[in-house]
């Protein structure tokens, strides 16, 4: 079994990773922390956990007992894991970051971002992108920190790579239109959260300028190996959970003969084996609720008018493919266990 501590359980990702666990049959969540509800049992603050985790309450983060784990996610906000990983890496234990923390290459491009000097900016060289689909196992396996990519960044990332690696799209004019979940916002209390607020309208938001920016544009130019212009808007929407992105390329002039099969067969080929992948039919339209619970990211294909633009329809949740499955689907390469092992449970639908 794999001794796991979870630092920042209280909030959405925290209690995300604990369901996943529970079914998860070589994971033992042994600590959990929170400094404000420290002494309170997990089950007594989430009901739907009852029966799976009797004894186990949030204490306080104690470096020394998180380096008793053999690896310890931190579902923190940004700059908290820079404080603590060095430390846990010296005691052997391994670090799945679900923050933003180790996402960005460069410590002076984060801190422009994150409007913070990064904290551990040795700790980058080593740091691994995990985006399994897209990053080579062995990578994954051999990682001792692993930097768990943002929720819009993997469902545009997944929803792009095969056109781009392919080189059949041009690499500027990239249009990401992206809506998410109101969860994305985490639980810690902001006025746009609230029902009143959010429900019942949509509105774009960081219209150029969100941080998930860099992030997507330094993975989508690794698979391009080139730099790329991407417009990214991100919308909040009246639902919970989910994340819904429509991506817009246009076909450079060499492939506009590319017919529809040859672009499904390109996602089919790219995806083979990918568990974590589900490739739709050409021109269906993947809904948000089908992924909802599960660690799918969901795709589709359209080509409107059959012109040179391709419209790409991505779906995640934003709470398990986007975050918390995604970490775990980690742990599962680093130790060795099937990549999907207790990741298999279909969406919720309704
Ligand atoms: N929500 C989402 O859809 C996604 C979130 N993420 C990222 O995952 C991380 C967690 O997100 P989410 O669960 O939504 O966040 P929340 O705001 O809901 O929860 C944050 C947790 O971190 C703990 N915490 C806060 N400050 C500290 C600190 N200084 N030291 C130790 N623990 C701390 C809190 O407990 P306490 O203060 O009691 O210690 C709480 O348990 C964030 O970085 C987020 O950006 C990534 C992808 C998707
Ligand atoms: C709806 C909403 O507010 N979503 C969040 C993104 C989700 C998130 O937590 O971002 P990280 O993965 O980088 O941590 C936002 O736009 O800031």
Redesign the pocket.
Known sequence: MVKIGI????????VELLRLLAQHPQAEVVLI?????AGTRVEDMYPNLRGHYPDLLFSE?NVERMGQCDVVFF????G?AHSMAQALLDTGTRVID???DFRLRDADEWAEWYGQPHGAPELLSEAVYGLPELVDHQRIQQARLIA?P??YPTSVQLGLAPLLEAGWIHTDGIIADCKSGV??????AKLGSLLCEAGESMKAYSVGCHRHHPEITQGLSDVAGQAVGLTFVPHLTPMIRGIHSTLYVRLTADNLKRNDVEIQQLYTARYDKMPCVDLMPWGACPETRSVRGSNLCRIALHRPQNSDLLVILSVID??VK??SGQAIQNMNLMFGFDESLGLTAPGLMP
Do not use: I, Q
């Not at 922390?33 to 509800?37: F, G, H, L, V």
């Open positions: 630092v920042g359980g209280t909030g959405y990702t925290g922390t929170s400094r404000s509800d983060p579902a923190t906000p940004h908290v679900l923050s933003a768990v943002g929720c969860s994305g916002a985490g639980r810690t934003n709470l986007g975050a």
